[in-house]
């Protein structure tokens, strides 16, 4: 199955309740598709923020958008397994 994510944060930032702030995906979304959705959080409560995937989007840019986010909590805990699923 492929999934749109531009289409599916879109519409995960427009019709989500203000207090929902906790997200697991359990496949990575392009890189591009997180600034976007980064971008549009930004007036809301900060986030909680897991992904889990075999086919990861790791790379030096993906994790330093990660760190640079405004709207996610923390990275205390961010690390890259490189496994083959």
Do not use: C
């Amino acid at each position: 199955m492929t999934v749109d994510w531009s289409k599916f944060f879109e519409i995960l930032t427009k019709s989500s309740p203000t207090s929902l702030f906790k997200f697991k995906f359990y496949k990575s979304a392009e890189i591009e598709s997180f600034k976007t959705f980064f971008d549009n959080w930004k007036d809301r409560q900060p986030m909680l923020l897991q992904t889990i995937s075999n086919i990861l989007y790791a790379n030096a840019d993906y994790f330093d958008l990660m760190k640079r986010s405004p709207v996610l909590h923390s990275l205390h805990d961010m690390n890259y397994e490189d496994y083959l699923g």
